[in-house]
């Protein structure tokens, strides 16, 4: 089982000490060597079972540690940090479990060396954790992390044989049934989306088998085509990035004239609507003008006849360049003197004055 800082004999610092050793450097201690001992025998021997006894019974649990008391092998208890004791001469045995510690477990990769230039490795065998077939089918390269905390350390030491194999099991199996469910394009482009995804269904599944372990994050890392087909994915992804280009440009032009023409039709519309309505009340004014000529003319025919005569006349003689009188009796047409072009000199005239 995967347990921290595990001490096998239930000896805090490396395991129990040698026994004869212990009354060898006793005697020399207190003289206890030849038959003038000072002291008996038994002396020495209760004095080394006394620091057996002490050495075995305490022991002290790390900062960020949750420690196991395990009875013959049989969980006993959980203690917090600090000073502790337990049943001495292996009767209890404690493991000492890192529960704050955040453990990161790699796919597809392996860090090398941490630090400001992270160095990495990849190689064949790490490369089959992240060959994955995308629901489009095409086989892409993920490489992911998965971050974790050891939440309960009963269950992570009792209830799974090897939880960082199954962790990494269960998250191989959890990544290549999202990333097989939608294309290539949309794992690119939603990665927040299926790193979602993941730690929900991932969870679910540690809780289901009761390992103990909190997930804390599932982080797509590189979401890259095999180098085998790469070149050929990045015609195909240039190939779309211009299918898009293009489909934006027209898209451009289509709003810039559509809306143009629309305008101008409107404008037109417009126009034909204001000269029909500008026509239309002409007609009725001409009408209503009509009709009220019409009432004077048959309350007083002749003077009417006479109005409109003179009216027609003083419209269209200003217009008229020259005049003439035409006598029935006369032969010939004879002109009025250029009575109207002597008008406008004197008008003219007067104006230069």
């Known amino acids: 089982m995967q347990w921290d800082n595990q001490n096998k004999g239930g000896w805090d610092r490396g395991g129990p000490p040698d026994l004869m050793d212990l009354v060898s450097k006793a005697k020399k201690r207190f003289g206890g060597t030849g038959k003038g001992g000072r002291y008996p025998l038994l002396i020495v021997v209760v004095f080394v079972l006394a620091i057996i006894l002490l050495w075995t019974a305490v022991f002290t649990v790390p900062t960020g540690h949750q420690g196991i008391i395990l009875q013959f092998g049989r969980y006993s208890r ?19 479990i890192f529960t704050s510690q955040v453990v990161t477990e790699s796919f597809g990769f392996r860090t090398v060396r941490p630090g400001i230039r992270t160095e990495y ?36 030491i009792f209830n799974v044989r090897d939880p960082i194999k199954a962790l990494r099991d269960i998250s191989e199996s959890v990544i290549r049934r999202i990333v097989g469910n939608w294309s290539f394009d949309y794992v ?33 890392q590189n979401v890259l085509p095999p180098d085998p087909v790469k070149g050929a994915f990045n015609e195909v992804n240039e190939a779309q990035q211009e299918k898009e280009r293009l489909i934006n440009q027209a898209q451009e032009t289509y709003n810039r004239q559509i809306p143009k023409a629309k305008g101008t039709a409107e404008r037109t519309i ?15 004014g001409d009408v209503a003008r009509f009709v009220a000529v019409l009432k ?58």
């Open 78 to 96: 959980i203690v917090g940090e600090g000073l502790h004791f337990k049943i001495p001469f292996g009767v209890e045995k404690v493991h000492k």
């Open 121 to 156: 490795q990849k190689t064949r065998l790490m490369e089959r954790e992240s060959l994955v077939l995308t629901g489009d089918l095409n086989v892409i390269d993920v490489e992911w992390i998965v971050q974790f905390r050891r939440e309960d350390p009963r269950k992570y």
């Open 188 to 220: 690119l482009q939603n990665r927040e989306a299926v790193n979602k995804m993941a730690q929900e269904d991932l969870q679910s599944i540690l809780d289901e088998y009761e390992t103990g372990i909190r997930v804390v994050n599932v982080k797509l």
């Open 270 to 284: 417009n126009g034909a609507r204001g000269f029909a309505l500008e026509r239309v009340n002409r007609a009725k």
């Open 296 to 353: 004077e003319y048959r309350n007083a025919k002749q003077v009417t006849k006479r109005r409109l005569y003179l009216e027609a006349f003083q419209k269209i003689l200003p217009n008229a360049n020259q005049i003439y009188i035409i006598d029935s009796d006369q032969k010939s047409v004879l002109p009025l003197l250029q009575l109207n072009q002597q008008v406008r000199r004197e008008g003219e005239g007067g104006e230069t004055q």
